[in-house]
């Protein structure tokens, strides 16, 4: 596993949790929050940018959300093709109400963590 994808895991899976606990108190805005949050993390990883496009996916299905769903399927494609060239726009929280080509401002948090977890470790 590569580093950065090994040492950003904790803090996407965190966030995952986070959304897997709003989910189960049935406030989809929150959840997907935590996906926009966990995308904005793993986003240079493969493996975590592409799980992160499916469950926003599958937000999308369980909210029937067609938008999001269509632009779910565009982004993942997307993240499976271009994340090991480097071609992520930094700070792009994910989801369809976003160009998949903006870049966005990291808040002070989760540069720290991006850049730790690119710490050799």
Do not use: C
Not at 14 to 32: G, N, P, Q
Not at 53 to 72: A, D, F, K, N, Y
Not at 73 to 88: K, N
Not at 110 to 117: E, G, K, P, V
């Amino acid at each position: 596993m590569l580093t950065f994808t090994r040492n950003i895991a904790p803090h996407v899976d965190k966030e995952l949790a986070l959304a897997a606990s709003a989910r189960r108190a049935k406030h989809a805005a929150i959840e997907f929050k935590h996906l926009e949050n966990a995308h904005v993390l793993g986003q240079e990883s493969t493996y975590q940018h592409s799980k992160v496009h499916v469950l926003m996916l599958i937000w999308g299905l369980r909210q029937h959300h067609w938008r999001e769903v269509l632009g779910q399927l565009f982004r993942i494609i997307g993240a499976l093709s271009t994340t090991a060239i480097g071609l992520v726009p930094r700070g792009n929280t994910g989801g369809s109400n976003i160009s998949p080509f903006a870049k966005l401002p990291l808040s002070r948090e989760h540069s720290d963590i991006i850049s730790r977890a690119k710490q050799d470790r």
